[in-house]
């Protein structure tokens, strides 16, 4: 019977090596990927002129990943609930459950004039006047809407102070 | 006056330009409902219910009243299936009950501290917060799939429960009103200027079409006439307006079935329009830019030939984006894709892109295609309005007089129709009519038989408004 050949036992690899190879990838790895926020966008009563401008946002010229920003589906996910719309009363328990729904540390940014507190709806019997009405609000981008950049800018403004 | 409908030959008529109203009896009412006419939209104000209807065989637009009676009228979702929802809603705002009709909440969710909030004498709240019922498929053994009312990605909130029998729909049911914000009671008492930024946000992806509606049913209430340089500039802001909506819809349909050259092309081309309507009206969405009696401001002159080397670079783009489409896997996957039943489109009143399509069709890739022909047309026509723009002023001040008016304009999901009875300079009573409230039907019906994994694809590729109707 022919015995099949088979590789030869190996010494252990150089551990002083393994390690300073370990070292220099933590410190690119938390250099270029360390800082990323996952970002779960929360509707509550917003006109979708808000929505408009996160969509340009997510298209090519912009090219969130690079920032180590992504979107996320789902609020067990994300480390931001973004909120548009002057906070609906209709809506209210669909944001709390997102909120409860979301890993701690989370933050709340508010996005546009109508989250900010209100906007023009402020005090009208529909609605609560923005997520601060519920939760802590962490940033405010304000605008009717806010432009890609701007938004952009408040994200990144965010992701600098979360970062190590 | 020999083509008006029997129904109407004896009632009485009220001033309201360009239609009269016509103010019926309920047996009227109800005759009326049996003609061949489509309902475009049903409203109410404190003393009356009201209804726009195209008499099909004529072509006329005609608004109705009728009193209610002891604050009942007779139902119009008998024979207008579509009315169901504006029923509901005038019995959430208003209280006027629909005789023979649905009276479960559809704004109202329970939240609200009063209900029949624009009644003259609004109701205590509800005691509580139903959980909104469903209707009831099969021998109840059928999964029920609750989508929302926050939904994945980045779009509008609302909620569908989908009746799944294995992988394919049985029955889809949406739930909306999650983003009802009182526009209309804000509106109400309030000159049109101060009230126009808020028909400016029923719809930030119709914000300009919204608007100019608005200010022709104004200008139609007032009986003026905006002038030249203002009506040349609002359809070419119109225009453009549709062109980047319609470009947002393929770049999200692009993005959703996983195109990212679809997805990436589209959105491009998207931003550049934005770009240059932000350097030429100084707003991305051209959000207040429309005001009854005319334009808000003069556009920048440097801008608007920014815009049209954008339009040009658009022009000739076009031809690439339309073989991404045609082609390959995207073409795949949107062939067959969600066809729309015709004749219900018909019946639905469904105007635009999800019309057009039904001559191609009528599915997901006909609706595709319907929106890069609508793009094309839209952007030979503000070429042309660019060049031969009109000088002279931009708005006529407005009087403080009393009259009804009815103002429409084209948006990219449709028509959007705008009602209103302004009473010395000030609004008495006030209806915007968003093409949402034809298109959810529609996407109901559309959904029933489809695979569950496509519902978000065919929902993508009808592209369904909420807040405009939402109010």
Redesign the interface.
């Known amino acids: 019977m022919v015995r099949l050949p088979r590789a030869e036992p190996v010494q252990a690899v150089d551990a002083e090596t393994v390690a300073s190879l370990k070292q220099r990838l933590d410190a690119a790895a938390q250099a270029r990927l360390g800082h990323g926020l996952a970002v779960r966008h929360v509707n509550t009563g917003s006109c979708n002129g808000c929505e408009l401008e996160l969509r340009a946002l997510t298209g090519v010229l912009y090219d969130l990943s690079r920032f180590g920003l992504r979107f996320v589906d789902q609020p067990a996910h994300a480390d931001v609930l973004l909120v548009t719309g002057p906070l609906t009363r209709n809506l209210r328990q669909a944001l709390e459950q997102a909120w409860d729904a979301t890993p701690d540390p989370k933050w709340v940014v508010a996005l546009g004039d109508c989250a900010v507190d209100g906007g023009v709806f402020k005090g009208e019997y529909a609605v609560l006047g923005g997520p601060g009405a519920v939760l802590p609000v962490d940033l405010t981008i304000g605008g009717c809407p806010p432009s890609p950049a701007r938004i952009l800018a408040g994200l990144r403004a965010l992701l600098e102070a979360n970062s190590p | 006056m020999n083509m008006l409908p029997p129904a109407l030959r004896d009632a009485t008529m009220e001033a309201c330009q360009p239609w009269a109203r016509f103010d019926l009896t309920a047996l009227q009412w109800s005759a009326l409902a049996r003609d061949p006419v489509t309902l475009l939209s049903a409203w109410a104000d404190t003393a009356r219910v009201y209804a726009l209807y195209r008499h099909r065989p004529s072509g006329l637009i005609l608004p109705v009243s009728v009193a209610p009676d002891d604050g009942s009228y007779p139902a119009l979702s008998i024979w207008h299936p579509v009315a169901a929802w504006y029923e509901r809603t005038i019995h959430d705002l208003w209280g006027h009950v629909p005789a023979g009709g649905d009276t479960r909440p559809w704004l109202d969710?329970g939240?609200?501290?009063?209900t029949a909030?624009m009644a003259a004498r609004p109701g205590p709240p509800s005691v509580a917060?139903e959980p909104p019922e469903f209707q009831e498929v099969g021998d109840g053994t059928f999964m029920q799939w609750p989508i929302g009312?926050?939904t994945?990605?980045?779009?509008?909130?609302g909620h569908l429960r989908l009746t799944l029998d294995g992988t394919r729909i049985v029955r889809a049911e949406s739930r909306l009103?999650?983003?009802?914000?009182?526009?209309l009671?804000?509106m109400r008492g309030k000159s049109p200027r101060v009230a126009a930024?808020?028909a400016a946000?029923?719809?930030?992806?119709a914000?300009v079409a919204h608007s100019v509606a608005f200010a022709v049913a104004t200008e139609m209430a007032l009986t003026l006439q905006a002038p030249p340089r203002a009506v040349a500039l609002r359809s070419l802001m119109g225009g453009l307006e549709r062109i980047a909506t319609l470009l947002?819809d393929l770049?999200?349909l692009a993005?959703l079935l996983g195109d990212a050259r679809a997805?990436?092309y589209c959105?491009?081309q998207?931003?550049y329009v934005?770009r240059g309507l932000?350097g030429a009206f100084g707003h991305?969405?051209m959000?207040d830019g429309v005001v009854p009696g005319g334009v808000a401001g003069e556009p920048d002159a440097n801008g608007l030939s920014v815009l049209r080397q954008v339009l040009d670079g658009l022009a000739e783009s076009l031809l690439a984006i339309r073989r991404l489409f045609g082609n390959g896997l995207l073409a795949a996957r949107l062939s067959g894709l969600g066809v729309a039943d015709r004749q219900l489109v018909e019946t639905l009143g469904v105007e635009g892109i999800v019309a057009e399509a039904g001559r191609f069709g009528g599915d997901a890739a006909a609706r595709c295609s319907a929106r890069l022909d609508a793009i094309a047309r839209d952007t030979e026509a503000c070429i042309g309005l660019l060049s031969a723009l009109p000088e002279g002023p931009l708005a006529i001040a407005l009087p403080a007089n009393s009259g009804e008016g009815i103002g429409y304009a084209a948006s990219a999901r449709g028509t959007v129709w705008h009602w209103l009875r302004l009473d010395h300079g000030q609004i008495a009573a006030v209806f915007p009519t968003d093409p949402g409230w034809a298109l959810w039907p529609l996407a109901e019906a559309t959904l029933a038989g489809a695979a569950a994994g496509d519902a978000a694809a065919i929902q993508c590729s009808l592209g369904l408004?909420?807040?405009?109707m939402?109010l």
């Open positions: 969710h939240h609200w501290p009063q909030v917060a009312p926050l994945a990605g980045i779009g509008e909130a009103g999650y983003t009802h914000k009182g526009t009671l804000l930024r808020f946000r029923l719809a930030g992806d914000t947002d770049t999200s993005g997805h990436g959105g491009e998207q931003e934005r932000a991305r969405l959000m408004p909420v807040s405009g939402d």
